[in-house]
């Protein structure tokens, strides 16, 4: 038998980091997300985001890489959100992603977090938050792609 934890939060935005995941149906995306998540054979553990991002933590199954994991559900995602009609300025998600791991003792803060990001994103931009988490997990990036 095999044991695995593997806690990653994720976090993409919008094409040009338009607002254009509408408020009244974010709760419709993210449920379909869970789908995804949940097909993928991983758990998630929180969902939320603003207009013009989200983050999602949840578990990765040892069968799937992190690439092939963020891939289907941007790709269902996005297919699905451009096909019914409640998102109709959604162009579609940036290109790359931010993935980073936590351990079981930072799963609750992280869950906290994400389940404020309504509140959160009033004094901090999409740009500066994803900039710090960057910085705080000592990831290296070029600042022209965070434009």
């Not at 044991?3 to 994720?10: E, K, S």
């Not at 790359?96 to 389940?115: C, L, P």
Request: net charge neutral.
């Amino acid at each position: 038998m095999s044991y695995r934890q593997i806690f990653y939060q994720i976090i993409f935005g919008t094409k040009n980091r338009e607002s254009t995941i509408v408020d009244a149906h974010s709760n419709e995306l993210y449920k379909y997300i869970w789908g995804i998540i949940n097909n993928s054979k991983c758990k998630l553990y929180r969902i939320n985001g603003i207009e013009d991002h989200i983050h999602i933590f949840s578990d990765l199954h040892p069968s799937l890489s992190l690439a092939d994991y963020v891939k289907n559900i941007k790709v269902a995602s996005s297919l699905w959100m451009k096909e019914n009609g409640k998102f109709p300025d959604f162009k579609g998600w940036q290109e790359g992603y931010g993935a980073f791991t936590y351990s079981v003792r930072e799963k609750d803060m992280i869950i906290n977090y994400i389940k404020n990001q309504k509140e959160h994103h009033k004094t901090e931009s999409f740009h500066d938050e994803f900039k710090r988490i960057l910085l705080e997990n000592d990831v290296e990036f070029d600042e022209k792609y965070l434009l």
